[in-house]
């Protein structure tokens, strides 16, 4: 036996420690926290049916120490050696993101675990963006800003050894696993000392304000950590009620009985102190990148759902003349719960239609029964429908780990305030991002599809047992 401890443990480990550091660096976080742990009370005390199905999923003990956090790089070998970082936790890379036609000069995936009961035991996620230099259209300024990518060294040289030891020997021990989260934690923190001048930084921002957040800094520092809520709209109104000043609207789709995909909100990004480097020492200035975010969880879509809710969102910002604003924000907020009317708001009809994914689990308090009805040869994939309507199995929603690309880009752009939207008119390039990254992204929609079929295999031969 190998004293390896689990990738999922590692994860774990890392996020929790992520975590405090992160409410040490932004006080506000912490308060945050507090108001997500205190609206999700209140929802598992007066909604026991959300509360049975969170527990049927395996998602109630993780609910508490649920994050996903996000992280922008500048060059391909930051991308290629954090996708060997995040493999030691037992993340991989799940999705390709552009978010160029947002106005946002990045293309991104999601590192995360993969599997369903890994999942349980950490959820941890770091939406990861690669700054697209080839999108500052101005060569000088692009060139400088390569150079200065070039100097920086964002992981320490401990942690690089502890990769290639887990790569090598194909796990860490207790001792081993402890030191590379204190050392990859070091790539995450936040600087007050930028290695550029005010000058460069500037020229940066008027660029673009997120070529400013990468290129002038010393590292990634992680930008946002989001808690998961079971309510956001008590959340959004929790945050003012508490000082704390939210964005304009909950992005994603309208409030429902059977939340789909996610919905995410934010308080504005902090103006920061930083020391920029100047010949005669440093010079004061200010910086504004990191914000708290929030977000509540639905079922995943299939290719299917996923395509009506891309059509119904169009919709909604048709009608309202493109994206939310601050001043048209209630209008906003009507059009889209108009607009999704037609989108079923039942699991069921859900799974019918096959707009989403579900786990099949048996229905162990009727099963027993039920079952000496039918004969063994009735339990099979192609009668699931049967054993469904005669309650045997019964359907809980596989939850989205993934993200919105135009809510990120829409949490983007609420933080990078006004002026901050340019276009940029390239082609989405997942190929290149691959080639950077070292590795193919995994297709979001065939590993939600294989979490419902194992369910399915393991729900019949379960069924098959309890007819014997």
């Not at 009370?41 to 003990?61: C, P």
């Not at 992280?71 to 050696?81: C, F, K, M, Q, S």
């Not at 887990?166 to 590379?180: S, Y």
């Not at 290129?215 to 109104?237: C, E, K, S």
Request: glycine share 6%; charged share 25%.
């Amino acid at each position: 036996m190998s004293n390896f401890v689990a990738a999922a443990d590692i994860r774990r480990l890392f996020s929790s420690a992520m975590s405090k550091m992160y409410q040490q660096e932004v006080p506000l976080y912490s308060d945050l926290i507090q108001l997500v742990n205190d609206v999700n009370a209140n929802v598992l005390a007066t909604d026991e049916a959300v509360k049975a199905q969170l527990i049927a999923t395996g998602e109630l003990a993780r609910l508490d120490i649920e994050r996903h956090g996000a992280i922008r790089l500048g060059l391909p070998e930051e991308l290629a050696t954090m996708r060997r970082l995040f493999s030691v936790m037992g993340m991989y890379p799940v999705g390709y993101y552009d978010l160029a036609p947002a106005g946002v000069p990045v293309h991104s995936t999601a590192f995360r675990a993969i599997d369903a009961e890994s999942l349980n035991v950490s959820p941890f996620r770091v939406f990861t963006s690669l700054l697209r230099l080839e999108l500052i259209d101005n060569q000088e300024l692009r060139e400088k800003a390569e150079a200065v990518l070039y100097q920086r060294h964002i992981f320490t040289p401990r942690v690089l050894e502890l990769i290639a030891q887990f790569e090598r020997d194909g796990g860490l021990n207790q001792q081993d696993a402890e030191e590379f989260v204190s050392e990859a934690l070091e790539t995450f923190r936040w600087h007050d000392r930028s290695p550029v001048s005010k000058a460069l930084y500037e020229d940066l921002h008027r660029q673009h304000r997120l070529i400013a957040d990468v290129v002038a800094f010393q590292g990634p520092h992680i930008n946002h950590l989001t808690p998961r809520t079971l309510d956001i709209d008590a959340v959004q109104v929790g945050m003012s009620q508490r000082g704390i000043t939210p964005k304009a609207v909950v992005e994603g789709p309208p409030r429902r009985k059977c939340p789909i995909f996610l919905r995410q909100t934010s308080f504005k990004a902090l103006e920061e102190a930083v020391k920029f480097s100047c010949e005669n020492g440093e010079e004061e200035g200010t910086h504004t990148a990191r914000f708290g975010e929030i977000e509540q969880r639905g079922v995943a879509l299939t290719a299917k759902g996923r395509e009506m809710y891309d059509r119904m969102l169009n919709v909604a910002r048709e009608k309202t003349g493109g994206a939310p604003t601050e001043a048209n924000a209630a209008q906003y907020m009507k059009n889209l719960a108009e607009s999704f009317v037609d989108f079923p708001d039942d699991y069921r009809a859900l799974y019918d239609e096959g707009l989403a994914y579900f786990y099949y689990q048996p229905n162990l308090a009727v099963a027993a029964q039920k079952l000496a009805s039918f004969s063994i040869n009735d339990i099979t994939s192609d009668n699931i429908n049967t054993l469904i309507d005669a309650g045997i199995v019964k359907l809980e929603p596989i939850v989205y780990e993934d993200f919105l690309p135009v809510s990120a880009a829409g949490i983007f752009q609420s933080n990078l305030g006004e002026g901050g939207q340019g276009h940029y008119d390239s082609q989405s390039n997942q190929a290149i991002f691959e080639n950077s990254l070292g590795a193919k992204v995994l297709e979001i929609n065939e590993i939600y599809q294989k979490i419902q079929n194992d369910s399915l295999v393991s729900c019949l031969s379960e069924l098959r047992k309890l007819h014997h």
